[in-house]
Nanobody, 116 residues
């Protein structure tokens, strides 16, 4: 069983930065068992992948965030992060963390609003 808790969302001006955190409640090192990812869903749109970090440490990014966002992990804390720089209004969405293997677990989401 995995429980995920996102935090760090909020209101930020265009060009600003935020760091999201996703703390996993799991017995053991979650990164040994699950691929982790960040997804987002804007109003009226489908959920899309933002960034993923696989068990071996390989990272991938959605085209719209490449060069601006960075996914990372702290194995000791069972926590995955999303550093978001140069934020744009179109980054406004609810951001979700997930853990994926044979089953997919989702957090409750944290809202990010990029606006003046």
């Amino acid at each position: 069983q995995v429980q995920l808790a996102e935090s760090g969302g909020g209101l930020v001006q265009p060009g600003g930065s935020l760091r999201l955190s996703c703390a996993a409640s799991f017995s053991g090192n979650i990164f040994s068992f699950y691929d982790m990812g960040w997804y987002r869903q804007a109003p009226g749109k489908e959920r899309e992948v933002v960034a993923r970090i696989f068990r071996g440490g390989v990272t991938t990014y959605g085209d719209s965030v490449k060069g601006r966002f960075t996914i990372s992990r702290d194995i000791a804390k069972n926590t995955v992060y999303l550093q978001m720089n140069s934020l744009k209004p179109e980054d406004t969405a609810v951001y979700y963390c997930n853990a994926e293997r044979t089953h997919i677990y989702w957090g409750q989401g944290t809202p990010v609003t990029v606006s003046l």
